[in-house]
Each structure stands twice: as C-alpha cells, then as structure tokens.
C-alpha cells in the first residue's frame, strides 16, 4: 500500500497570504495524484487531479505541482470559503489511498 | 446536475449487517466506476470499494476484504455496498463517490453507520 504523508497537519494562515500544502508518497505515483476540500460539516470535493489541472469550478488562485513522489497544492490568496481540511490522494495503485490531511484554519 | 443521494445507514450491533445504496442522477450511469469512501469521527479518507461501470470488476481495501461487497444495478442506477461482520472501527460516514476514471469527481452527502452494543 502506498503511504500518502502530508504536512504540515494544521496551517494557520491570514487571509489574502498565500498557503502551501505538500504531499509526499512513499512510492512513485507519476502524475496520478488529486487533491480534494473538506469544508466543516460537507462532503469533500475534488480540486484537482492529474496532479495540476483544475477540477470544474475551481478557482485559478488553487494550483498543483510535482512529480513522482512529492507534490504541492499552493493557494496564492486565501479567501474566507477556502479555510477547510484538504486531502492529498494517490490513484496510481490500488487501493486508492489518501493522505492523513491538512487543516488550513485562520490565523 | 449530478447527484449521488445515499441511504441505509444507522445503528447496527457488532457482528451484524447493513447494507448501503447510492442512488444516481444526472449521468450515463453504466459509463463510470464508482466507489465507497468511509471518515471514521474525526479522521481522515479511506477507499473502502470500488467498482467499474459494468460491475464485473471489483476492489476491496485490505480493513473491508471478505466482509463487504459492492454491487451495482445499472438498470436503477444504484450503487450498493453491503457490509456484514461489523466492527466497532467500521463506525464512519459513508460516502459514495463518482469515479472519473480514478479519482472522485463528484461525492454524496454521505450516510452515518455506527458498530455499537
């Protein structure tokens, strides 16, 4: 199984700053990594996928990069609907396996 | 608009049995796997199961394998995941999840099932 690691585990950031999210496998996943929002109380929805594309209706300040084995989600400004628990997942192999999350909470 | 609306949940006895449906909308069903994704209290994502459009191949994660089974009706556009042998550590909300092709691009509101005496 491929351990998905993500850090840190809580980001405390102001809004209008820029967020940085990283991921790392312990094993190569190519480019087959998404990312998805966990807002309070909802469902997760997906961000991302294929490590850098926008799912639909996801905001352009969102934005991924990597490959293989480390991975990044940066937000370029934070916006009050974005503060929320986003998950790393790997869907290179199965099972499917995420990361544990990260929590981005207002500073 | 796509929906995924499941249902089946609640309080079920250790060693007991449930089972969950997914029912479908607003897509060619039959056109996409699908897929179980369980959130213990307070805790992260796990793939449960999945399923490809046709129903003839099936994944299970290693915690689920030999307990739970996922099926589909294509005709009903439903989704199901029947559990049996429940655990206390099976607690979760239960999320179905449409697979596009591997990862989720829409999720249901999701169903509660708690493994209690």
């Known amino acids: 199984e491929i351990v998905m690691t993500q850090s840190p585990a809580t980001l405390s950031v102001s809004p209008g700053e820029r967020a940085t999210l990283s991921c790392r496998a312990s094993?190569?996943?190519?480019?087959?990594l998404a990312w998805y929002q966990q807002r309070r109380g909802q469902a997760p929805r997906l961000l991302m996928y294929g490590v850098s594309t926008r799912a639909s209706g996801t905001p352009a300040r969102f934005s991924g990069s990597g490959s293989g084995t480390e991975f990044t989600l940066t937000i370029s400004s934070l916006q009050s609907e974005d503060f929320a628990v986003y998950y790393c997942?790997?869907?290179?192999?199965?099972?499917?396996?995420f990361g544990q999350g990260t929590k981005v909470e207002i500073k | 608009e796509v929906q995924l609306v499941e249902s089946g949940g609640g309080l079920v006895q250790p060693g007991g049995s449930l089972r969950l449906s997914c029912a479908a909308s607003g897509f060619t069903f039959i056109n996409y796997g699908m897929t179980w994704v369980r959130q213990a209290p307070g805790r992260g994502l796990e793939c449960v199961a999945s399923?490809?459009?046709?129903?003839?191949?099936?994944y299970y994660g290693d915690s689920v394998k030999g307990r739970f089974t996922i099926s589909r009706d294509n005709s009903k556009n439903t989704l199901y995941l029947q559990m049996n042998s429940l655990r206390a550590e099976d607690t979760a909300i239960y999320y179905c999840?449409?697979?596009?092709?591997?990862?989720?691009?829409?999720w249901g509101q999701g169903t509660l099932v708690t493994v209690s005496s």
């Open positions: 094993q190569s996943v190519s480019s087959k």
């Open positions: 999840g449409k697979t596009a092709p591997y990862y989720l691009d829409c």
């Open positions: 399923i490809s459009g046709s129903g003839d191949t099936a």
């Open positions: 997942q790997q869907y290179n192999n199965w099972p499917r396996t």
